[in-house]
């Protein structure tokens, strides 16, 4: 068992650490846990750093104590609760039998157990052997209401991430009403800071923000049910002066998909408290006499290395331990997908010719999208209803599924499991499977509502209908996708005081039914989609390994939205399309090399009718798809950096390497061209100094540590919207 955490008896201080970072925290006045350092590794602890004592006014004191020097209020706190003089933001806020919201969490005790466990129902990160991690429960108790909270970290011995969640069990004889209750509470020192969060819109997903942060609270959240487009579960702390490259940066995602909420809070004494959690918005969970509550699961990362180390360590984190299963290792196939290209409006007739093409490209696989079941020749039916359209496919969807792996393709399917349709055999049915408030009419968005997935029964006739197309049509890629925000938050099965559980128990629903069928189909690959990258969050990525970026294909608008991804997300999970020109959603044009250049940086495919092409833009369809194959693993399994912001500049400029050093790709775009064309140069990173390294194009020799420090000029472009790609490999 790795040596990772050490509790000192003497000054009840535990510190967690492997070779990149050090979590300090201390058992203080109280049974009160302090907060006391989470940064680079500290060799070793010595216990001399206490938190200053000084009588603060109006800052109160401990229940009971008159020792005014110490105050909940500025003490920096692991976990706190409301109602003992701490007016900061609480973890947790329990409401009692006597309608009391006060409770005060005392240590009792601790145990360190090898490994990490799983946290039931819900998506979190993992280890293969217990050798990989230690997980530190420490116990706290509220001894009025007999309620129990076990905070749990767990420290990994390469990774620098500590991953926090919280199990609440009521050991009182009354039920008692979480009315909030966070995975994860820190309480940073005074410095100064800014807050980088990642809020957008549909197709204008992550749409990156930062700001200097000053006293007061800023809430980054979702009360729409699922993570959203409009913020992302992730925010980021770092000092002012921390850039790609240089700096300290906290970064902190919650492993979740449901309503989220990131409190980021700068105290009277410019202390930052950052509380993150399940949203308490129309939230209370009722935790009756011996039941257990477990929190979804929060990442804090932390770098000195700038954006980009933080950015690696949660890649190699979701890549190699939440993503799961056959797909997780495996090289993701280059698609075609007939959304763009056909809409709902197709027959097996009219898809066919687009296969035939796809096989002459070398593309991979063929993606059915939505409109292939029921009615559906629009948006306004069918959903619930998934059996096979006859009219389109005559001669049932196994006789199109057969043509496709015939011509040496694979098979994909859309799906949008979570709703249903007024105009379906579903509803017609079941109109109760629909959730909808009593009295209430229901709000549509894109004329559909929303399934009632805390209800096993509902879940269970979704999941039989979904498995029978899987199993009837040799399916081997689903695309499931979710068009609107959750509204009428009610489920007719749940009693009064149980409502205010009905959003999280629509996303445990949501899990257990992905759960099942990602478990029952092993060798499908999933993609994750809502509108796009409305549900882009690390709980999804457990049961899904890769996630349509957003709604938006433009090559330009997608360099802001791909650069941002990245900054939690890997590559490996962010798929990308070429589609035509002018786009669909900007009207904007581009060239097909920009198009692509875009799209390789990412899980590779095409998303336009590859009947209605010229054969030059044929011939570059083959250039990329070879050009890809070539760099697939690298671009969705190595190392990557981002160089150069399209958020600051008029250029943007990635790079993938391989672990071994030896195999290097560069995407460099600029925006608008200039009369005066500036002489910009993009200098690399991540290379071995001592190696060389050739491009692979123009044959050309650079040292390593030339290429990293005196970098080469980018090609004065004579267009907007240019790129290029550069492809260096080592030939020592
Ligand atoms: C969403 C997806 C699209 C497409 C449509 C189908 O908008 O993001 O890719 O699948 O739904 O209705």
Known sequence: MPNLINFDEQNKVFHLHNDKISYIFSVVEGGLLNHLYYGKRINEYHGEMNYPRIDRGFSGNLPGSLDR????????????????????????????????????????????????????????????????????YVTLKDQVSDVEVTLLYTIYHDRAVIARSAQVKNNGDAAVYLDKVASMQIDLPNQPLDVVSFPGAHANERDMERAHLNRGVRKYESRRGTTSHQMNNFVALCSPN??????????????????????????????????????????????????????????????????????????????????????????????????????????????????????????????????????????????????????????????????????????G???EPEMISIDSDLYREHPDYMMAVPGRKPSPSRNQYLLDLTRKDVRDNIIGQVEKI?????????????NRHLSDIYSVKLPADQEGEVYHRYV??????????????????????????GRFD???????????????????????????????????????????????????????ETRGNCAMSGVFGYELDLTQMSDDEKAMVTKQVAEYKEIRHL???????????????????????????????????????????????????????QKHYQNVETKEIFGGDELMNAGFFDPLYHHDYASSSYHFKAID
């Open 413 to 415: 399917l859309w799906f």
């Open 635 to 689: 671009v969705q399994f190595g190392d990557f950096y981002r160089l150069k912001s399209p958020y600051t500049s008029n250029e943007c400029a990635w790079m993938f390497v391989s672990p071994d050093k030896k195999d290097v790709l560069v995407k460099q775009f600029q925006t608008m061209a200039d009369a005066q064309a500036l002489s910009t140069i993009t200098k690399l990173v991540g290379l071995d100094p």
């Open 69 to 136: 020097t110490f105050s909940p209020d500025t003490l920096m706190q692991e976990y706190s609760t409301s109602g003992i003089c701490d007016y900061r933001t609480p973890a947790v806020i329990v409401r009692q039998e006597n309608g009391s919201r006060a409770s005060r969490l005392e240590y009792q005790g601790y145990r360190i157990e090898a490994g990490k466990p799983k946290l039931k129902g819900l998506p979190a990160t993992y280890v293969e052997s217990d050798d990989e991690a230690e997980t530190l």
């Open 242 to 411: 921390t850039d790609e490259m240089n700096g300290e940066v906290y970064g902190f995602d919650l492993v979740y998909s449901g309503n989220f909420a990131i409190e980021v809070e700068r105290d009277q004494i410019q202390q930052t408290r950052v509380t993150c959690g399940i949203n308490d918005y129309n939230f209370a969970w009722k935790l009756a006499s011996n039941e257990e509550f477990q929190t979804p699961e929060s990442l804090i990362v932390y770098s000195d290395k700038g954006f980009n180390g933080m950015s690696q360590t949660f890649h190699h984190l979701i890549q190699e331990r939440v993503v799961r299963g056959k797909y997780r290792d495996q090289e993701r196939p280059i698609v075609v997908n007939n959304w763009e290209a056909t809409f709902m409006n197709f027959t097996e007739e009219k898809l066919t010719p687009i296969v035939d093409e796809a096989q002459k490209l070398g593309i991979e696989m063929f993606v059915l999208d939505d409109g292939w079941f029921g009615h559906r020749d629009d948006d306004n039916s069918s959903l619930g209803d998934w059996y096979v359209d006859q009219k389109k496919f005559p001669r049932g969807l196994k006789h199109f599924a057969d043509y496709v792996h015939d011509k040496g393709l694979k098979f």
């Open 538 to 592: 690390t709980g999804w990525a457990y049961y899904m390994p890769q996630s349509w970026t957003s709604d938006n294909t433009d090559a330009v608008a997608r360099q802001r939205i791909q650069y941002a991804t990245s900054y939690v997300y890997p590559t490996s999970t962010m798929t990308a399309h070429v589609s035509v020109s002018p786009n669909q959603q900007t009207g904007r044009q581009t060239s097909f």
């Open 508 to 533: 445990l629903g949501l899990y257990e039914m992905v759960d099942q069928i990602t478990s029952d189909f092993p060798e499908i690959l999933f993609e994750g989609c809502s509108g796009g990258g």
């Open 470 to 482: 899987l199993r009837e049509n040799d399916v081997d890629y689903v695309k499931w996708d979710m």
